[in-house]
């Protein structure tokens, strides 16, 4: 390199501008911009990302909507046992059958089914006082459900309730002649109407349906009465008096204080039932 030659950097620098700043020819160029197929690309991957998550979030959803439609299928198509109710009461010989009932939800207002006369139920009511009927106080979670209208028998007139999915395998009741009732919680008086009454107290929760304060009223009732071409003798109305922590309370009226049993047993679809039976004065006990 001669005395004239300079290097090229201090020559650009003096022959640079005032305004211009020297180059420096250790750092890289700039990078290029990406070119238009290489932005296409990108956009393609990223719409093809997005389609693909749609796609999988909708395979997804359809799967859970079809197990979903599957599931309550199977449980329509599921035929549950109707509780046919077949007990035998204490001191009894046969067994016989309780009427079917409304079903769950539905009122008691509406027009009953017709069902076919019990069977030898109610044999003798030798033995059965008008005292109170209790049991050991056993709280039970089931719910209490009608099993359906009451039973018109031989020598009683019958109120059967069903706890379904019941245990343990029993449930605590009291059942006895009062001259008041109140009802739970709030402690209103129910108007027995001049009549005597049973309060039944069960220790489960209710899903009884109830229409107008009653659970069978007495057009419902004489409708029943009418289907079944008989008629209740003793047995005037079910009241709903309340279901407050896990114990429910009924109010039975009755023409006259009869002679009565309570007891609990099982129908033949496994339910718990809790059964009431009222003698019937014009056959007389025994």
Same mark, same amino acid.
């Given at each position: 390199?001669?005395?004239?030659?300079?290097?090229?950097?201090?020559?650009?620098?003096?022959?640079?501008?005032?305004?211009?700043?020297?180059?420096?020819?250790?750092?890289?160029?700039?990078?290029?911009?990406?070119?238009?197929?290489?932005?296409?690309?990108?956009?393609?991957?990223?719409?093809?990302?997005?389609?693909?998550?749609?796609?999988?979030?909708?395979?997804?959803?359809?799967?859970?909507?079809?197990?979903?439609?599957?599931?309550?299928?199977?449980?329509?198509?599921?035929?549950?046992?109707?509780?046919?109710?077949?007990?035998?009461?204490?001191?009894?010989? +046969?067994?016989?059958?309780?009427?079917?009932?409304?079903?769950?939800?539905?009122?008691?207002?509406?027009?009953?089914?017709?069902?076919?006369? +019990?069977?030898?139920?109610?044999?003798?009511?030798?033995?059965?006082?008008?005292?109170?009927?209790?049991?050991?106080?056993?709280?039970?979670?089931?719910?209490?459900?009608?099993?359906?209208?009451?039973?018109?028998?031989?020598?009683?007139?019958?109120?059967?309730?069903?706890?379904?999915?019941?245990?343990?395998?029993?449930?605590?009741?009291?059942?006895?002649?009062?001259?008041?009732?109140?009802?739970?919680?709030?402690?209103?008086?129910?108007?027995?109407?001049?009549?005597?009454?049973?309060?039944?107290?069960?220790?489960?929760?209710?899903?009884? +349906?109830?229409?107008?304060?009653?659970?069978?009223?007495?057009?419902?009732?004489?409708?029943? +009465?009418?289907?079944?071409?008989?008629?209740?003798?003793?047995?005037?109305?079910?009241?709903?008096?309340?279901?407050?922590?896990?114990?429910?309370?009924?109010?039975?009226?009755?023409?006259?204080?009869?002679?009565?049993?309570?007891?609990?047993?099982?129908?033949?679809?496994?339910?718990?039932?809790?059964?009431?039976?009222?003698?019937?004065?014009?056959?007389?006990?025994?």
């Amino acid at each position: 390199m001669g005395d004239g030659d300079l290097p090229w950097s201090l020559e650009n620098q003096d022959q640079s501008g005032p305004d211009e700043k020297p180059r420096e020819p250790w750092r890289c160029p700039p990078r290029r911009p990406p070119r238009r197929s290489q932005r296409r690309r990108r956009i393609i991957w990223v719409l093809a990302g997005v389609v693909a998550m749609v796609v999988i979030l909708g395979v997804v959803f359809n799967s859970r909507g079809n197990s979903r439609h599957t599931e309550a299928s199977s449980r329509s198509n599921t035929s549950v046992p109707r509780p046919s109710a077949q007990f035998s009461a204490p001191g009894n010989t +046969a067994p016989g059958s309780a009427a079917p009932g409304p079903a769950r939800g539905s009122s008691p207002s509406s027009s009953p089914q017709p069902t076919a006369a +019990a069977g030898a139920v109610c044999l003798s009511t030798s033995g059965w006082t008008t005292a109170t009927k209790a049991t050991r106080p056993v709280h039970q979670t089931a719910p209490i459900v009608t099993s359906g209208p009451p039973g018109i028998h031989d020598n009683c007139d019958r109120l059967v309730l069903i706890l379904r999915g019941a245990s343990p395998a029993h449930v605590g009741f009291t059942a006895g002649y009062t001259q008041s009732i109140v009802t739970e919680p709030k402690g209103d008086p129910v108007d027995l109407e001049g009549h005597p009454a049973i309060r039944l107290v069960v220790l489960a929760p209710s899903r009884l +349906a109830v229409s107008g304060g009653y659970v069978f009223s007495p057009s419902y009732l004489q409708a029943v +009465a009418k289907s079944l071409h008989s008629s209740y003798k003793e047995l005037r109305w079910v009241k709903f008096a309340g279901s407050s922590e896990g114990q429910t309370t009924l109010v039975i009226s009755v023409d006259d204080q009869r002679p009565f049993e309570a007891f609990t047993t099982f129908d033949n679809a496994g339910n718990l039932v809790l059964v009431l039976d009222i003698a019937r004065a014009d056959l007389g006990s025994g």
